[in-house]
């Protein structure tokens, strides 16, 4: 059943996505390939990480922006957690300008500095404008972010679609989530992610 999440996400999405076709005929079945190993999608951490973290999140998602500097702790400390960002923006159309800028903002290697940025901004319904001005103050190269931006649109939506594509066949309700390893939780405190990485290290080494 389409959930009321997967409905909004459309409804943002469509608009942008009507030049690839649309996003009405997303695909139900779980591919774990596509969702552990997007070749666009942004990676953290360490790359050969014996546990992959695959965060599903939303720049207007206040327990997104609770949990990311913990998660962004927990990876650093660890330094054996290869995190991979899927950004699935589905609170506000904001929200999908917001994936946009960080997307764009990977094409010079610096997607973490722009997810950081968006997720310091307090607050569930921030605006297009406060979005770009806090990416504007990391000191990225905006003319580049901008240039970026319209030359590889259809590939940052395209990227947008999938994600919701393998939210939705996960059935996911909300941000955040996180798959980890095995596991599926929306842990936001510190010994919550440390012992769900354990879990999920455990649950590896038993197999």
Same mark, same amino acid.
């Given at each position: ?97 917001? %994936?946009?800028? #960080? *997307?764009? /903002?990977?094409?010079? $290697? !610096?997607?973490?500095? %722009?997810?950081? #940025? *968006?997720? /310091?901004?307090?607050? $569930? !319904? ?12 990391? $000191? ?68």
């Amino acid at each position: 059943m389409t959930s009321r999440r997967h409905l909004l996400a459309l409804t943002l999405l469509a608009p942008l996505l009507s030049g690839l076709g649309g996003g009405s005929s997303l695909a139900q079945e779980i591919d774990v390939e596509a969702i552990l190993n997007d070749p666009e999608a942004p990676v953290a951490g360490n790359p050969k990480g014996d546990v992959t973290i695959v965060a599903f999140l939303d720049y207007n998602c206040p327990f997104c922006k609770v949990s990311a500097p913990v998660l962004e702790r927990v990876v650093k400390e660890d330094g054996k957690v290869r995190l991979v960002y899927k950004d699935w923006p589905v609170i506000t159309e904001a929200s999908v300008y917001g %994936a946009q800028l #960080a *997307l764009a /903002a990977h094409y010079q $290697g !610096k997607y973490e500095v %722009a997810h950081k #940025a *968006l997720m /310091a901004i307090r607050g $569930g !319904k921030v605006s297009r404008e406060k979005m770009l001005e806090a990416v504007k103050a990391t $000191g990225l190269d905006m003319a580049r972010l901008q240039a970026d931006l319209a030359a590889n649109n259809d590939k940052i939506l395209a990227l947008l679609k999938r994600n919701l594509a393998q939210a939705d066949s996960l059935g996911l309700q909300g941000t955040p989530v996180y798959l980890v390893g095995p596991f599926r939780t929306s842990t936001l405190d510190y010994a919550g992610f440390k012992q769900v990485i354990s879990d999920a290290r455990g649950k590896q080494g038993a197999q």
